[in-house]
């Protein structure tokens, strides 16, 4: 072998081991659930946050409110700042593109035609923070970057109602079929951009904190909640008392927000970080009323829990409840359409499904199936009709929705055994 | 279509998500970094990317300082003379978002008097119109350090002691 041949041997050997490594930490297959839990979260916030806001739309946002748009061209005036509410003039534009923005929030919270509603509710959120820059704090930024990498991100393939269309559509065809669960590189790269998105912030926030003398000392935990906007009286009774608590306090979060960047990493240490992040930002949820940035932060935590962890707490659920079968009749077009729809939701697989045409059952008589669905537990009881989807609701997580109308004490039972009678009665008209 | 075409579109792919996944990293990276010179040339780089997403944030929650604070207050002089207090952060309730809102809008005031004045100034007089305001004085109160010590002899922060009042403007009230 010549020496320009060995040499480019090495080289090439370099390349792959780059390539390599460059593989392992952006693009391992990888299902998206952490990143779903994040959207779930995130959406229920901004609900919550824009519905809350709803009677103050014109005061914060408006012309006639806190920042005219005379005023905001003279305050903030970069061309790359971007609303879409420069553009909406009278108070009727601004209450629907508030309520197009909520609908958007809601199917993002429900994973409904997520992949272009996400991109909806990445620029209405940049529209409100841009009209009024007065009114945006911390949460704000730590929203706009990680709806951005959600954006990025092929969010919506599962614990959503996309998922749940797909899944029924394919249980039209067959009510037995699984479609496969997705997953993909690109959604590992996106969970671990928020990763470091999280990692950076945790970072930027202890650097900035051991600069100042309160906290290299150990006192800033008194100095905040002594402070005017974070007086607390109770806690600061019980610091006063005992003021090496306040010491403890300032350097656990220093020590929290320092090792988080660094350890987050490893998979021993990953579970320790992700406690004491959490117990940090419940901290400052109940005792300084952050439940906001707090709740947003924890979802962004998120992206750091391993996909594992949730197929065995998935495992472990199935486990406990244990199996259940439910059995129809292949007959009744109507049936098959409502267990597909029902099906849909049973992301862990938990129900297993039985035509009584085509394979009786030993535990229920044919008579019995031909008057209701059924549904057999493992120690062969049988429960019918309403019975059996109240049994359900209960036990499948995806169904849970579903809860407060099969649960509502006396009522539901009152209405909901006739309503299902009715159903079973004239399945073959339906 | 063909094996070579397909394999040449994934290789492309692989390349723009890599180039994505750099350049988003740098600017999350670079967005919140201390201003130098290096970091400068960075950030102007990326700049449009961070203003037009809103990713430049510096992330000193609390950092390097945490000082005591300022709160809003403001005096309403009615048509009789008489003055009346008012601190507005003590009605709000912590657990609704607006409170957060509106402590911004208070700082905001505090801060630029002479930019946002007359609009909070004419925003109060419609709120207390049944005291017939004529002008109303904007205050800042700015909070002085407050120590267990303070607090074991039964003094709270917002006690005369630890707290200065400074005016910032007063406002007519609009038709006096």
Known sequence: MTTSAASRNVFQRLIDRIGLVWERIWFQDSPTTPLEISRIGIGVALVQHYIVATPYLVTFWGDDGWMPRTLLAEEHSDPWTQSILFYLTSPWQMYAFHALFLACCIAFTLGWRTSWVKWIVLAGQLSYDNRNPDMYYGVDSILACLLLILCFAPIGRALSLDRVRQVRAAKLADLGAHPRRFSSRWAFACTRLMQIQMAALFFYSAVGKIRGDQWWYGDAAWRVFSSADYYNEFVLRVLAQNFWLVNIATYAVILIELAFPFMVWQRRSRPYLLVGAAFLHLQFAFLMNLYYFSFVMIMGHMSFVFPRWLQRLGAMWKWRIGPMEMIYDGHCGFCKRSMAGFLAFDGLRQIQVRDFRTSPSDVVSDEQMKKALYLVLPDKRALPGFEAYRYVVLRVPGLWWLIPFFYIPVFSRLFGHPIYNWIAANRSRL | ?176
């Not at chain 2, 957060?100 to 207390?128: F, N, Q, S």
Request: glycine share 6%; proline share 7%.
């Open chain 2, 1 to 176: 279509m063909p094996q070579a075409i397909r394999s040449g579109l994934q290789r492309l792919t692989y390349v723009a998500m890599s180039i994505l996944l750099v350049w988003h990293t740098f600017a999350m990276v670079i967005g919140p970094a201390p201003e130098s010179s290096i970091i400068g040339a960075a950030r102007s780089l990326a700049q449009p990317y961070l203003t037009f997403f809103r990713l430049q944030n510096e992330w000193e929650f609390f950092a390097p300082f945490v000082g005591p604070g300022y709160h809003f207050s403001y005096v309403i002089e009615d048509a009789a003379g008489e003055k009346h207090t008012f601190t507005p952060a003590d009605r709000l309730n912590n657990w609704h978002p607006n409170s957060i809102w509106m402590r911004d809008r208070y700082t905001v005031i505090m801060t630029k008097p002479d930019v946002y004045g007359d609009a909070a100034g004419a925003a109060l007089c419609l709120e207390h119109a049944l005291l017939h305001p004529v002008s109303v004085t904007l205050l800042e109160v700015e909070h002085s350090e407050f120590w267990p010590v303070d607090l074991r002899e039964g003094k709270r922060p917002t006690d005369a002691e630890f707290v200065k009042a400074k005016t910032l403007r007063t406002v007519s009230c609009p038709g006096r």
